[in-house]
């Protein structure tokens, strides 16, 4: 599905990303760990056409993305759930929503507004308060459920549980959970150890700008020295 070969992306003249490589097949989760600063949210951000700097081959269902506008990505069924979320603020819940829904929904689409409103219903009781109104965890679940109105064939998500409570961080686990059991793909870039590997199928990590380690969630979970030398657990 995603395929990604010989990557090099950065910003300016400073190169994050060496040579990577890395895939997601259909109907599968891949979770990419690593520590700070070794170009794991540069790498979504490449595959989204949202760098200058970039070299390599990247390509979704057969077709190079390298070059296309981040609309037309989105727009081939990608969708992305930043690290900074980036609802609109002056937006209320309903108007986000509405305005995924109206710009990438289809009319035979699985997501409707009622479906995601059933899967978050904390949003639901929120419609009507704006963006600056929700709290970091409500930001969370907005951001996933416009996502999820793309009715995307590829979620992909950067840190989906930084900063948020324990019990909201179940909740954003029960949700993915969900959708990976509906076959949903998905690209995860997340710090938190066991919500990664607890949902993933396959695991890459990376260090130094490139993938540096590849295996199951099982295997990685039983490698104690992988996990001090690049993820500091």
Do not use: C
């Not at 064939?153 to 990976?180: C, F, N, W, Y």
């Not at 990376?206 to 500091?232: C, E, F, H, K, N």
């Amino acid at each position: 599905m995603l395929e990604i070969e010989d990557l090099h992306a950065g910003y300016g003249e400073t190169w994050v990303t060496h040579g990577l490589s890395l895939s997601v097949a259909p109907g599968r989760v891949l979770a990419v760990l690593g520590r700070n600063g070794v170009g794991k949210s540069t790498t979504l951000k490449a595959i989204m056409g949202l760098l200058g700097s970039v070299r390599g081959t990247i390509r979704f269902d057969g077709r190079p993305l390298l070059g296309l506008p981040p609309y037309r990505i989105a727009t081939l069924g990608i969708a992305y759930v930043p690290e900074t979320r980036d609802i609109f603020p002056s937006l209320t819940v309903r108007e986000n929503l509405e305005l995924a829904a109206r710009r990438f929904g289809r009319p035979d689409g699985a997501w409707t507004l009622e479906r995601v409103l059933d899967l978050f219903p904390r949003l639901r009781e929120r419609l009507d308060n704006g963006g600056t109104q929700l709290s970091g965890g409500e930001q969370q679940m907005l951001a996933i459920a416009r996502a999820l109105l793309m009715n995307p064939r590829l979620l992909i998500l950067d840190e989906p549980t930084e900063g948020l409570a324990p019990i909201v961080v179940q909740s954003i686990h029960a949700v993915l959970d969900g959708l990976r059991g509906e076959g949903l793909s998905m690209l995860l870039v997340e710090q938190n150890f066991g919500f990664a590997t607890s949902l993933a199928d396959e695991v890459r990590v990376m260090g130094r700008g490139t993938v540096v380690w590849a295996g199951s969630p099982a295997d990685i979970r039983a490698d104690t020295a992988v996990q001090a030398q690049w993820l500091g657990v």
